[in-house]
């Protein structure tokens, strides 16, 4: 699988962005699927996964209430919905992917994914 992150952008605060996963390669319905965010100096930061279903999600709680993480496996996609941005958003965010079974959750760890996307840049001013 091949993926590919976008929908990052300059916002102010208190506002909404979308960021996409699209796989340019293989279907993505066969991979759980994580959003993880960056910045200069810190460690990737787990955000959200996803589940093959849909189903399950699991965020952190930095953005819990926020953030929406969703998928369309016709589309091969899977979706980051942020509201009510905050300055300490600002971040690369990554996707990446593993494949497992459908019925299991995929973990919050960098190391429990097998593929990652480039990054797409959130700033958020304040």
């Known amino acids: 699988v091949q993926l590919q992150a976008s929908g990052g952008g300059l916002v102010q605060a208190g506002d909404s962005l979308r960021l996409s996963c699209a796989s340019s390669?293989?279907?993505?319905?066969?991979?759980?699927v994580g959003w993880f965010r960056q910045v200069p100096g810190k460690e990737r930061e787990f955000v959200a996964n996803?589940?093959?279903?849909?189903?399950?999600?699991v965020y952190a709680d930095s953005v819990k209430g926020r953030f929406i993480i969703s998928r369309d496996n016709y589309k091969n996609t899977v979706y980051l919905q942020m509201n009510n941005l905050k300055p300490e958003d600002t971040a690369v965010y990554h996707c990446?992917?593993?494949?497992?079974?459908?019925?299991?959750?995929?973990?919050?760890?960098?190391?429990?994914?097998?593929?990652w996307g480039q990054g797409t840049q959130v700033t958020v001013s304040s």
């Open positions: 990446a992917a593993k494949r497992i079974i459908m019925t299991v959750q995929p973990g919050p760890e960098r190391t429990d994914y097998d593929y």
């Open positions: 390669r293989g279907p993505l319905s066969m991979f759980g």
């Open positions: 996803i589940n093959r279903s849909g189903g399950g999600t």
